[in-house]
């Protein structure tokens, strides 16, 4: 893999192009981030130089003159006033939805995402794939190694995401995204890379200790068949996910509590459970039909079983605090997730750890070659 030519938006365009946004993102949800966001400079700046200019002209032009009286000014004009709050309001609101609508498209990931575990830590980032494993390339940048994560061109990708330390931040600039990474739940957002031959920097946004700066990786983008053959080839060493999962919720005695078959135990069974909803017993429900929140709700029912309770079920789950390690919830998650008939459950999985079955009729049709020139 040494063979694949590195090169960066900054290197492709110049560095100006590369920092000032103009609609060159590498994906389409990030050419609409883009387009607002040069809207609303280009907004700003017209009623920025209106404005300023008519201030400094009037002030010039109505400037106090000798044996000149000053007029009195007016008092109150409401017709005017609602005016220049109403109009104002109206462009705040329209630019509010409009990136609010942008930025949750990007958040909530489409159901046939290929889903990458985002690891962050001081001062590097790991990327997990769906069948456990984890890429073991890296590329030099500085005077370390940053490691180099493969994604397939023209799939949507989720980035499930969590901290080992500090609050880290997985920002690509090419997509316009970023999301803050916590130590204590996971969050997520999505991106798709259109062409092979791509690569994108990967930086942490939150600063986070003396070596955030390099804090980086690369994002390659490969054809669909070879991010199947590299993924499968390094695969994992003790398993797939959910095999994992299995074999650590035996050993830390789960199942004396949670059946698989759908059977009533002390706690609720697993089968079927993964995007459901789930009633609570305050008479709130965890909503379904969202990763996040499933993977959210795993992670909170074992660390701090009592926090939020299924309804009909007694608070008798002891915490696994201290007790389980992240990778095992992680495994555990994907386990839950291939008991499930629902959407986001076992089909959802297995369609993205079986990628590597697949033949080499993905490739797109353009026919550039993943050392390909530039996007
Ligand atoms: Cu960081």
Redesign the pocket.
């Known amino acids: 893999m040494t063979a694949y030519h590195f090169t960066t938006l900054a290197q492709d365009s110049g560095p100006v192009h590369g920092l000032f946004f103009r609609g060159d993102a590498a994906w389409d949800k990030g050419v609409a981030t883009d387009s607002l966001f040069m809207w609303t400079f280009w907004f700003s700046t017209f009623w920025f130089v209106l404005l300023m200019g008519l201030m400094v002209w009037w002030v010039i032009k109505y400037r106090r003159r000798p044996g000149v009286p000053a007029p009195r000014s007016a008092s109150h004009n409401a017709p005017l006033e609602v005016i220049w709050t109403v109009v104002p309001s109206l462009f705040l609101g329209y630019i509010f939805f409009r990136g609010f609508h942008a930025y949750i498209d990007k958040l909530v990931a489409p159901v046939d995402a290929i889903e990458i575990v985002v690891k962050?830590m001081?001062?590097n980032w790991t990327a997990t794939y769906p069948n456990g494993a984890i890429s073991p390339e890296t590329t030099p940048l500085g005077a370390s190694n940053v490691p180099v994560i493969v994604l397939p061109a023209g799939r949507a990708v989720r980035f499930k995401m969590y901290s080992d330390d500090v609050i880290?931040?997985f920002w690509i600039p090419d997509f316009r995204m970023k999301f803050d990474v916590f130590p204590n739940r996971y969050s997520s957002f999505w991106i798709q890379p259109m062409q092979a031959g791509e690569t994108h920097w990967v930086f942490?946004a939150?600063y986070?200790g003396d070596q955030?700066s390099e804090?980086a990786a690369v994002i390659l983008v490969v054809h669909e068949s070879e991010y199947n053959e590299l993924v499968a080839r390094w695969g994992a060493a003790g398993g797939t996910p959910q095999e994992m999962g299995e074999r650590a919720a035996r050993k830390h005695g789960c199942f004396a509590c949670h059946s698989i078959d759908g059977t009533r135990n002390v706690g609720p069974t697993w089968r079927n459970a993964y995007g459901n909803p789930v009633p609570l017993a305050d008479g709130s429900t965890i909503p379904g039909d969202d990763r996040t929140v499933w993977d959210n709700y795993i992670r909170e029912s074992i660390l701090v079983p009592g926090a939020k309770l299924h309804a009909g079920y007694p608070n008798q789950m002891n915490s696994f605090q201290g007790i389980i390690t992240e990778d095992e919830i992680l495994w555990i998650t994907a386990y839950l997730r291939s008991l499930s008939d629902h959407p986001l459950g076992a089909a959802a999985l297995e369609a993205e750890q079986a990628a590597e079955s697949e033949s080499e009729g993905d490739a797109p049709a353009n026919g550039e070659g993943a050392n390909g020139g530039p996007n």
Request: net charge neutral.
């Open positions: 962050g001081k001062w880290h931040s942490c939150e986070c955030h804090m």
